[in-house]
């Protein structure tokens, strides 16, 4: 392991910030505004759970490129992996010449994601081009146009995943028309703010029911996260999954999870599903998946990823040989260093930290997550629930000016959210954790 030079956190130390400077002035003036930054950091390297930016100041890490970096940035596994697979051949095109990397990460998938039956796997570049894949496949194996989606749902920014999901400002805001007619929208139970107070489960699953009666013969598939990310950190109730995929599979609609923020043992488990103990028909994954690297995928029965026509699914660049060595050595990581106890013990901690806060600090309207997917959600008011949007904000920005990143999420963008690297020692998670509260102390004095 490369050692690191030892620099101070953030704030501890003047540093000169010229080099940031000149690279944000640079930034403004070539890069578009539309794409937004949770913090000005300018990063230069960054291992485990420690990131420096271009002046050298580091940072705790506790974004993990919004939930892409389970393993930790720059793990050696991994960066030997890239390295070794770069030599040899970095691109043919799948579907020009086959490579081993794919048809391995393929097999591990098959067996990784839970349901004991023949799975199939297309790999693609991101997470919204895999939820695209698993609806045309869903489409092509039932011959039916519409999908169910949720209420606070987050599944990409192509056209279609913008439509299925819920947010409309800035996901979906002034790109339309989106396919928006062959979506229905329901309620995903949201146990702070329920649509269906005191029977909020219930109260969903009949509202799916309905609809799925209604619409005989016209559904396709339904696609839901089990814990909502962007939407909130909002763990899907156990109940709600196993009614879900009871309905799934009394009205033969294909039953996809979107695992793209949730895999990858961020919630104690491998797949968050495998807490209900349901087995979906697709499972779509990226971020984790290549430890950083460009990659998404569609694993599911193999009977549904057979049913699109001969060439219906690929790309250019889709699964190529250096991200799938990549997660490759991810897996490998995973299985050898225990990643996925570790997300519970650092769940644990975090979980205690917050709730301890709670009692204390009113703001703190809400705290919630599974395993090490860990938030809590700021309110002005505890009785009216009224969003404490800019409030997270600026605890964001004392937490970074600290040294410590923190992004946030929620429909009404109040939620601070966790995703550690898994990795991260138990000192570095109570530094950041002691960084955030201050933050929260400051913010609120
Ligand atoms: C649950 C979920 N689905 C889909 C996506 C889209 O993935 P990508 O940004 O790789 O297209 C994300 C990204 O945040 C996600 O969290």
């Given at each position: 392991m490369?050692?690191?030079?030892?620099?101070?956190?953030?704030?501890?130390?003047?540093h000169d910030t010229r080099h940031t400077q000149e690279l944000l002035e640079l930034r403004d003036a070539y890069v578009s505004n539309a794409v937004s930054h949770s913090t000005r950091i300018v990063a230069d390297r960054a291992r485990g759970a420690e990131l420096w930016d271009v002046d050298g100041r580091r940072y705790l890490d506790f974004a993990g490129g919004i939930g892409t970096l389970n393993i930790g940035h720059a793990h050696p596994a991994v960066i030997?992996?890239?390295?070794?697979?770069?030599?040899k051949l970095t691109h043919t095109m799948f579907g020009v010449a086959l490579y081993e990397p794919y048809i391995r990460?393929?097999?591990e998938l098959a067996h990784l994601t839970p349901g004991n039956f023949a799975k199939k796997t297309v790999l693609v570049n991101s997470g919204a081009e895999a939820v695209e894949n698993a609806i045309k496949v869903a489409r092509a194996a039932t011959g039916r146009p519409r999908i169910v989606s949720f209420t606070n749902a987050f599944h990409g920014r192509t056209n279609l995943t913008m439509a299925l999901t819920y947010k409309d400002r800035p996901y979906k805001h002034g790109f339309g028309p989106l396919p928006e007619a062959d979506i229905v929208r329901l309620?995903?139970?949201?146990?702070?703010?329920?649509?269906?107070?005191?029977n909020e489960v219930q109260g969903c699953l009949d509202a799916l029911e309905e609809v799925l009666a209604r619409h005989s013969g016209e559904i396709a598939a339904i696609i839901f996260e089990p814990v909502q990310g962007e939407g909130g950190f909002i763990p899907a109730p156990e109940s709600w999954m196993q009614g879900v995929a009871a309905l799934a599979k009394a009205h033969d609609v294909v039953l996809i999870a979107d695992e793209i923020q949730t895999g990858f043992g961020r919630t104690g488990r491998w797949?968050?599903?495998?807490?209900?103990?349901?087995e979906p028909d697709l499972v779509v994954t990226a971020k984790s998946l290549a430890g950083g690297m460009p990659l998404g995928a569609v694993t599911g029965r193999a009977e549904l990823m057979d049913a699109p026509c001969v060439g219906g699914l690929g790309g250019t660049f889709g699964g190529n040989p250096v991200s799938c060595a990549a997660a490759l050595a991810v897996i490998h990581v995973m299985r050898s260093e225990g990643i996925i106890g570790r997300a519970v013990e650092i769940g644990e901690l975090i979980q205690d930290r917050f709730d301890t806060w709670q009692q204390e600090l009113p703001i703190i309207g809400d705290v919630r997550g599974l395993g090490a997917m860990?938030?809590?959600e700021l309110v002005r008011d505890r009785d009216t629930k009224a969003p404490a949007d800019t409030e997270t904000g600026a605890v964001i920005q004392e937490a970074t000016r600290n040294g410590l990143i923190l992004i946030r999420a929620g429909t009404f963008d109040n939620v601070i959210r966790v995703l550690v690297p898994l990795v991260a020692t138990h000192d570095q998670v109570t530094e950041g954790l002691d960084i955030?509260?201050?933050?929260?102390r400051t913010v609120t004095a």
């Open positions: 490369i050692s690191e030079p030892k620099t101070d956190r953030a704030s501890t130390a003047q030997e992996a890239i390295a070794t697979q770069a030599h990460l393929s097999e309620p995903q139970p949201y146990l702070y703010r329920p649509a269906f107070p005191g797949f968050a599903v495998e807490h209900a103990g349901i860990v938030a809590m955030l509260e201050s933050a929260l």
